[in-house]
């Protein structure tokens, strides 16, 4: 790849280095001709004296070369060898001469056939100098380098070369050559010899090429071209048809010819028996009157068939001339009225001339453009304009035969869906490029996907000091133009033409439409495209933005299937995931379809969506459940659906979401989560219960829900506060009723089963006992212990006794207050231990 690369440089360079004034020369003269004809056609005239510069140009008569030969592009190619350029000037001087020759052998040909009696000398010589041209010319063509129709590239093999020329035309060539008049004397004036005199006709293709690069020159006007190329054609069959009357006539033996058409002629006075005697210019004359009389039908009389061979030829010829009349009146009518794909080619160059004129664009630009609007003629059946009017369905059928087999083979849709490609072929477009050509350029936006159907591309990257690098090479089979179009990014290279190439392109806002309903595909086309940047490493530096686009797709589409859910379109949800969504994918915030659905109280979508196997308990970036969402939003028969196929509640904090719902009165809330599960004795931060808030706020029927349910009255807060300490300190009877009640029956359970509530809602707690009373003197006082805080103030009282060594039978608060309750006692809380005398001496003093 290097190699090439230098070479390329190196004889671009040669070129530049070798042939610039020849090429600024070349240039100013093709725009002088072009501002001329633009002055011209202003000033609204077409002066004949102005059209033969154009011939001379045309003819080449005035390109002289040195051995260079200018290519496609606008630059001079040295071959390889003896081989000559087809666009060499001294060839193409050759080529011009050659046509002059063809020319005359055209039209000397007929005449030689059929006066070869009486033919000068002269001409024979001269005729003998055309087969000699003719002769060298065959040398020639073995030499001659070709542009291939398929790749547009010279071709210079001398093996192609020479087997081209062979299949062609070389043996009409060679034939054409033989001395024909010799070989019929030397086989005994044999009249089949002369025959093959006729094959020396084969050489008026070249004037038929000739008028057709004529037609194609917008220099030259086209009502002119097309009026001398008809009056050839008629001039040249009048000519051919005088030339076989002749001959005719002189086939007979000269005692026959009175029998003949011309050696039975009387015009006026003068007799035309002994017709080989009379002037060659004479019989010529007559023969063409002859011809152009009964083409033109006009039958005078004074000339007519007598033999029936002559018969039979007017016949034929009269025929012919009917059809040969129609052509030339189809012409002059199409000239008239206008239209044809030549003229419209004509006037659309014109109009780009005048263009490109006004803009003063440089040379290399004018040939780009010219040539591709030449392409574009000659390729017009390639066009989808051919199948405009053909309905959708059976163009649809022909993109398939055409260009399916090529999309299949492509690396990038590899694994794609059958589906997919077919979306993708019906709306292809071709289009063809010439060698040299820019089709995406570094830096650029890129509108359009393009696939490789024939040809050779390179991919060019711009390095330091705006050299350029050959970093791939693309061939049939291949695709450019993806990384920007799927990716959104400016094209990383530029993709130049090295042969003839036709490509299929696909525009970029139809292409992002059909992947955003072949999603799946999509995915697996960015997944090929990461895979094939492995075997690339010039492109290995945008795996990034592969793979930060892949997840901005798979996020895409995890919202649309969120939305859908929510919007409770099941058909459409369903039609997503059979295209291959994944409703297990969430959103940027955690949430899953099931999450969305549940919210909005889609049974059927939510039932769906767990026989897809979406995870039922997948909490979101918030902490919310499928289940919490339905619990939430009141959708009792969606949560019943979750609940039974193992949903859970899983809320984080649960105390603190149940004491938000007790504190706002949110009791239809607050049932559901006891109903799917949530532990009613669960705490916020300041280690209160639903319970406390329901009872410090008064909310009977939630406390009673929630007592039933499970809540605990023995909760202590952080600050050793019960429900019913709050009910107490809120005055609210009803309250403290149902708490004691509550309580009643929470103690009236088995013991076991309450002391274990018990341990279960109640921490531990501790006191200090003293063993005096509260209002005793200092003096009198002494040390206490610390024990933990029994379940009966008995238990208190005996270990009390126990670790003071003392017999008191009263537990009194700092207050003097007697305790009867040990769950009237608080954490670290003072008692005071005292005999009952203790009590009575207090009360005398």
């Known amino acids: 790849m290097a190699a090439d690369t230098a070479r390329v440089r190196w004889r671009r360079a040669m070129t530049l280095a070798i042939a610039p004034r020849e090429a600024d020369d070349a240039a100013a003269t093709d725009d002088e001709i072009e501002y001329e004809m633009e002055l011209e056609e202003r000033m609204g005239s077409s002066h004949a004296a102005s059209r033969f510069p154009l011939l001379r140009s045309c003819l080449g008569l005035g390109l002289l070369g040195l051995g260079l030969s200018r290519n496609a592009s606008g ?451 960015l997944n090929n495209l990461l895979e094939g940047n492995e075997s690339n490493s010039h492109i290995k530096q945008l795996e990034s933005d592969i793979t930060f686009h892949i997840g901005k797709q798979e996020a895409e589409h995890a919202l649309r299937v969120n939305n859908v859910a929510y919007g409770g379109d099941l058909n459409y949800l369903k039609g997503l995931i059979s295209a291959g969504a994944d409703p297990k994918k969430t959103d940027y915030d955690g949430r899953s379809p099931l999450h969305l659905a549940a919210s909005r109280g889609h049974e059927d979508i939510t039932c769906f969506l767990l026989q897809e196997g979406v995870d039922v308990n997948l909490s979101d970036k918030f902490g919310s459940t499928p289940l919490l969402e339905a619990v939430k939003q009141g959708h009792d028969r969606v949560a019943s659906l979750l609940f039974s196929k193992g949903a859970r509640l899983n809320i984080g904090e649960p105390g603190c979401h149940l004491c938000t719902a007790v504190a706002r009165g949110d009791s239809d809330f607050i049932r559901r989560v006891l109903k799917y599960g949530i532990d009613p004795n669960s705490k916020d931060y300041d280690q209160r219960t639903p319970l406390h808030i329901a009872a410090a706020e008064g909310l009977y029927s939630i406390a009673k829900m929630l007592i039933e349910a499970g809540a605990s009255v023995f909760a202590i807060d952080r600050w050793g506060t019960t429900p019913l300490d709050e009910a107490v300190k809120s005055g609210n009877r009803s309250m403290m009723v149902l708490l004691e009640n509550a309580k009643s029956d929470e103690l009236s359970m088995v013991p076991e089963c309450a002391q274990e509530i018990k341990d279960k809602t109640q921490p531990r707690r501790r006191c200090t006992v003293f063993p005096f009373h509260p209002w005793d003197p200092e003096e009198k006082r002494r040390e206490g212990v610390v024990l933990w805080i029994p379940h009966t103030v008995e238990e208190l009282i005996k270990s009390s006794n126990e670790l003071l060594n003392c017999s008191g039978s009263r537990i009194l608060s700092e207050d003097g207050g007697s305790i009867s309750d040990a769950a009237m006692i608080s954490d670290n809380q003072k008692l005071y231990l005292v005999a009952d005398h203790n009590t009575t001496d207090m009360n005398n003093t």
Request: positive net charge.
């Open 75 to 525: 630059g001079e190619t040295l071959l390889k060898g003896f081989l000559i350029h087809p666009d060499n000037r001294w060839y193409q001087l050759w080529t011009q001469f050659i046509l002059l020759w063809a020319v005359y052998s055209s039209f000397f040909t007929p005449m030689e056939f059929a006066f070869f009696r009486g033919l000068p000398k002269k001409l024979f010589l001269l005729d003998i100098a055309g087969q000699f041209a003719f002769f060298i010319d065959i040398f020639v063509q073995f030499r001659v380098a070709y542009r291939d129709s398929h790749t547009y590239r010279i071709v210079q093999s001398p093996t192609d070369i020479a087997f081209r020329y062979v299949k062609s035309r070389f043996v009409f060539d060679l034939l054409g050559c033989f001395p024909w008049d010799y070989i019929h004397k030397a086989f005994g004036n044999k009249e089949i010899i002369r025959y093959l005199l006729w094959i020396r006709l084969t050489r008026a293709c070249r004037v038929t090429d000739f008028f057709q690069k004529m037609e194609k020159d917008i220099r030259i006007n086209y009502l002119f071209t097309r009026i001398v190329k008809l009056l050839v054609v008629e001039l040249y069959c009048t000519h051919t048809a005088a030339c076989i009357f002749y001959y005719l006539a002189t086939t007979l033996p000269e005692s026959m010819e009175g029998y003949t058409w011309i050696g039975s002629l009387q015009l006026g006075d003068f007799n035309y028996s002994h017709f080989r005697e009379i002037d060659l210019w004479r019989r010529y004359v007559t023969s063409l009157y002859f011809a152009i009389v009964t083409m033109a039908t006009v039958g005078y009389g004074d000339v007519h068939a007598v033999n029936p061979r002559e018969m039979v030829f007017i016949m034929i010829y009269v025929s012919f001339d009917m059809i040969l009349g129609a052509y030339l009146l189809g012409n002059m009518t199409a000239l008239i009225v206008k239209g044809s794909k030549t003229e419209r080619y004509r006037d659309k160059m014109k109009d780009l001339i005048k263009y490109m004129n006004k803009n003063r664009l440089g040379k290399d630009i004018r040939d780009q453009i010219k040539r591709h609007v030449r392409l574009q003629y000659e390729n017009i059946y390639n066009e989808a304009s051919v199948l405009q009017d053909i309905p959708a369905s059976i163009r649809a059928k022909i993109f398939q035969a055409l260009y399916k087999p090529y999309i299949e083979k492509l690396p990038l849709f590899k694994g794609c869906s059958a589906e997919f490609k077919n979306q993708i072929v019906i709306r292809l477009q071709e289009e063809s490029f010439l060698p040299g050509e820019v089709i995406l350029e570094q830096g650029n936006t890129v509108d359009q996907l393009y696939f490789v159907l024939h040809g050779v591309l390179d991919g060019i990257k711009l390095v330091e000091n705006g050299l350029e690098e050959a970093i791939l090479q693309l061939g049939s089979d291949s695709s450019f133009g993806e990384l920007a179009t799927l990716c959104n990014i400016p094209q990383p290279y530029t993709v130049r033409v090295r042969e003839f190439c036709t490509v299929l392109r696909i525009d970029k806002q139809l292409f992002t439409n059909i992947l955003e309903i072949y999603f799946v595909d999509a995915r697996t086309i």
